[in-house]
Structure formats: C-alpha cells, structure tokens
C-alpha cells in the first residue's frame, strides 16, 4: 500500500488535506492508472484498509461522490470523496 501521512488528531482520527488523499487513493488503489477510481477499486481501499474504514461501505460513498454517475469517482469528484471520508471514515479532511 502506497505511503500515508501518519498524522493523527486529538480524537485519533488520521489527519489530511483533499490533495493528500486523493493522492493516496490513486497511488494505493487506481490499479489501472486511468486517474479514476471505481467502485471495484474503491470497494477493495475499503477491504484493505478496515481499520481506516471500519464503519463504511463502499456502495453508499460511491454513490455519494460520483455526482455525474458515470461509474467513476474522477479529478472533479474526489472532493465528493473526501467530504464523505471526512464525515464517514476514521479520517479528518483538512482544506
């Protein structure tokens, strides 16, 4: 799995910017390098990183974020993503 800023905030939550974790996603998990991610490839970050996700599933995120419903979460969506991590995920989105 791709390097992850080990920032963590006062209520154990891993702290990162937009770009961090946009970044993260598709380094960790865009396994065909097109700059999307899917909802196989999001469904597998989650799998893989239980611990960060624990209470979440891919489906709802998905649907969540991918705003044009086109099937990927894209450069203009990520921010859908992170919106939703911030209030879902074992993660704090900074701006």
Not at 32 to 59: C, H, M, P, Q, Y
Request: charged content about 30%.
């Amino acid at each position: 799995m791709a390097f992850m800023e080990r920032n963590v905030s006062s209520d154990g939550k891993r702290v990162m910017t937009v770009e961090q974790f946009k970044r993260w996603l598709k380094t960790a998990f865009d396994a065909n390098g097109d700059g999307r991610i899917s909802k196989a490839e999001l469904r597998r970050a989650v799998r893989l990183t239980g611990g960060l996700f624990a209470s979440w599933s891919s489906g709802g995120a998905f649907k969540s974020a991918d705003a044009n419903h086109d099937g990927f979460i894209d450069e203009n969506e990520f921010r859908n993503l992170a919106q939703f991590a911030d209030k879902h995920f074992n993660v704090r989105i900074t701006r």
